[in-house]
């Protein structure tokens, strides 16, 4: 079974500051990475799949990368609305299933 | 506009059953594959379950197999989780979710919908 890591666990920042979030996967997943963002109260919201494609209506501030074991969600300057907690996933055919990093909370400074 | 609606949680006791459902619309259900996920209080993410469009594919956490079956009714747009011999560790929020692309039953997720609370508690 695959396992991902994030790092770090908690990110304290400012708004306006740029944000980086790190999801090392334990063997190569590929391109078959995503991200989702889940805010108090709310249910988890895509924002990038494929490793670096942003899902509809996703703000370009948020970028990912990566392929293979280690991969990175960007966000270019934080907005007050992008405080939360974001999950990275990762899709395997055997064992078939997918699965989540522990997350990263974004806080505010 | 998709909506995902899912329903039937509730209190119930270690051992017993529960069948939840998710009602979809807004989209063409019997193109998607579906997934159930779950969140513990205050934890993180846990993927439960998942099925194809065809029900053709169905997979399962090694946390739930054995006890819990998934399925779907295309034809009312609705799907389904049966959960049997339930323990204090399944006490969670159960999130319906549809896969981001028609086709394959392992991708990413979007949307989700808002969940429902399973407690399983004595």
């Known amino acids: 079974e695959i396992v991902l890591t994030q790092s770090p666990a908690t990110l304290s920042l400012s708004p306006g500051e740029r944000a980086t979030l790190s999801c090392r996967a334990s063997q190569s997943v590929s391109s078959y990475l995503a991200w989702y963002q889940q805010k108090p109260g709310q249910a988890p919201r895509l924002l990038i799949y494929d490793a670096s494609n942003r899902a509809t209506g996703i703000p370009a501030r948020f970028s990912g990368s990566g392929s293979g074991t280690d991969f990175t969600l960007t966000i270019s300057s934080l907005e007050p609305e992008d405080f939360a907690v974001y999950y990275c996933q990762q899709r395997s055919n055997w064992p078939p299933g997918l699965t989540f990093g522990p997350g990263t909370k974004v806080d505010i400074k | 506009e998709v909506q995902l609606v899912e329903s039937g949680g509730g209190l119930v006791q270690p051992g017993r059953s529960l069948r939840l459902s998710c009602a979809a619309s807004?989209?063409?259900?019997?193109?998607?594959?579906m997934h159930w996920v779950r969140q513990a209080p205050g934890k993180g993410l846990e993927w439960v379950s998942g099925?194809?469009?065809?029900?053709?594919?169905?997979g399962y956490a090694d946390s739930v197999k054995g006890r819990f079956t998934i399925s779907r009714d295309n034809a009312k747009n609705s799907l389904y989780l049966q959960m049997n011999s339930l323990r204090a560790e399944d006490t969670a929020l159960y999130y319906c979710?549809?896969?981001?692309?028609?086709?394959?039953?392992?991708?990413?997720?979007?949307?989700w919908g808002q969940g429902t609370l399973v407690t399983v508690s004595s």
């Open positions: 099925i194809s469009w065809n029900s053709g594919s169905i």
């Open positions: 807004g989209f063409t259900f019997d193109d998607y594959a």
């Open positions: 979710a549809k896969v981001l692309l028609r086709g394959r039953w392992l991708q990413p997720f979007d949307p």
